[in-house]
């Protein structure tokens, strides 16, 4: 399968040095949505959204002022999957499925871009943004969700969900590409937060998500740089099994290096490995 790895949305909070972990203290860090468009003999599956064109067109109104003056988005319609997808050629009615890691206004933007698309959730996450609690009405915006998404709800207890990946609990959402497409639970940051592996090759990439948010979390020496471990806590919603899947995630990384890549949402650098090669 052909794997596209594209930027669907930068973001510039302030403070370089406290989020990127290098740089300045005055000029703004950079983030990014990192997401994958893969190329498959069912159409196109897009993993992850981003912001969408209705988020650059409505901002207030899809994506509140409160995000907005905190994580500073650039909004450029030219970093949408739906653009990208065009650039690179194809109809968006190829997008037969949406594979997003999780719900958050970051990463749910993009959905009403293909409304006919299915879109692959787990039960915990759907449900945590119909029965949404105060606390949650900041991330997860109902407003994006106005063009009733074809949902795809998966159980982690259904039969599918027997199958192991590197010790992981995974679920064939799509049982044609059972061998190459997973949703992996990687629950914590939400109720129900995945990661998403699909092969490539002879090699699996796991989309992390936010399951953790600067590349040295899963290296030997974890160093996390101050604001963005303070952001991470802030937001969780479960915090020990955010920490058992980070430290499963480091283990997989450490030990089975050649077998897989792990990547996150949100981190620049990781993005830029993956774009150069």
Sequence with gaps: MRIHHLNCGTMC????????GYGSWKKPARLVCHCLL??????????????????????????GDTFLRLARPTLDKTETALYQIQALGYDLKEVRHLMPTHLDLDHAGGLSDFPDAKVHVLEPEFLQIVQAEMRDLLRFRSVQ????????????HQDRAQKLWFGFEA??????????????PLIGHTKG????????????????????????Q????????????????LVQTYAQ??????????????QHADEVSLFCAHDPEELRRYQVS
């Design 38 to 63: 893969v190329e498959t003999t069912l159409g196109l599956i897009l993993v992850d959204c981003g912001f969408g064109s209705r988020d650059i067109q409505n901002p207030r109104g899809r994506l």
């Design 218 to 233: 899963i290296s030997a020496q974890p160093r996390m740089p101050a604001g963005l471990r303070f952001f991470e806590r």
């Design 241 to 254: 099994p955010r920490r058992e899947n980070l430290a499963r995630l480091r283990q997989l990384a450490l």
């Design 193 to 216: 937060h995945v990661g998403v592996a699909v092969r490539q090759d002879k090699k699996w990439l796991l989309h992390c998500g936010d399951a953790y948010f600067h590349h040295s």
């Design 13 to 20: 909070p302030a403070c370089q040095k406290l989020i990127n």
């Design 145 to 156: 969700f106005e063009h009733q998404p074809q949902w795809v709800v998966h159980s982690q």
């Design 171 to 184: 679920i064939a959402p799509i049982a044609e590409l059972a061998d190459d497409l997973l949703l992996i």
